[in-house]
């Protein structure tokens, strides 16, 4: 089944601090995992997305860990701002198939607290 | 600035009425999608295109229908056979297919339809 489970549903992290957002899915032939990143009446904007061949990826204060033989990939926010604060939704891809389509996770609501 | 335009921002919609969403990308996107987006559900696609005058339904296409006569342009319709309309709708493009690479897709920012 093509399903991707995101928890926590909502998030308060203080300044400074390190938010940690988890996904796991079932289907093995996903091949691309990107995160994004939703303000209040905006549309998503992709954040850092990684392949199932690489365990880590960085960018900035932001790095996916991806755990292959568990089917889970988590995001961690490191230095928390509450320029942060915002809807986190993890997606995955059907490997070669229908054109890009994309299954997301059910979104995790992000306030980081001054 | 390329990216892509969703209309109108807000729109309502009366008892057994069609209204259309309008979604135009000026990306050179070969591929399109429509996503609905409902408090604690994530995104849900409803239709989309890999090219033009091709589309497919997607998870929760009832209700709905779209267009793909121009590239750059994706509007969906939501028919009065959608029971419960209300909710974000959100467009987004990428290359598509045979670009190489991971692609990733690009959103507009939503137009939010109510029912009056």
């Known amino acids: 089944q093509q399903q991707v489970k995101q928890s926590p549903q909502s998030l308060i992290v203080q300044k400074g601090g390190i938010s940690i957002i988890n996904c796991a899915y079932e289907?093995?032939?996903?091949?691309?995992f990107p995160w994004y990143q939703q303000f209040p009446g905006k549309g998503p904007a992709l954040l850092i997305a990684i392949r199932p061949d690489v365990s880590e990826k960085k960018e900035g204060r932001f790095t996916i860990s991806f755990n292959k033989s568990a089917k889970q990939f988590s995001l961690h926010i490191m230095d928390s701002q509450p320029g942060d604060s915002a809807t986190y939704f993890c997606a995955a891809r059907a490997r070669g198939n229908q054109g890009g389509k994309l299954i997301f996770g059910q979104g995790t609501e992000l306030s980081v607290k001054p | 600035d390329g990216g892509i335009t969703q209309s109108p921002k807000y729109l309502f919609r009366k008892e057994g009425q069609n209204v259309t969403l309008s979604c135009e990308q000026n990306l050179n996107h070969d591929a399109m999608y429509w996503y609905r987006q409902d408090p604690g559900q994530g995104l849900r696609l409803i239709y989309y295109?890999?090219?033009?005058?091709?589309?497919q339904k997607g998870d929760i296409a009832e209700g709905y229908s779209v267009s793909r006569e121009k590239k750059e342009s994706f509007p969906l319709t939501v028919t009065s056979a959608q029971k419960n309309p209300t909710a974000f709708y959100l467009c987004?493009?990428?290359?598509?297919?045979?670009?190489?690479?991971?692609?990733?897709?690009?959103f507009g920012d939503g137009t939010r339809l109510s029912i009056l």
């Open positions: 987004a493009s990428s290359p598509g297919q045979g670009v190489g690479g991971y692609q990733p897709q690009h």
């Open positions: 295109s890999q090219i033009v005058n091709d589309f």
């Open positions: 289907n093995t032939a996903f091949d691309y």
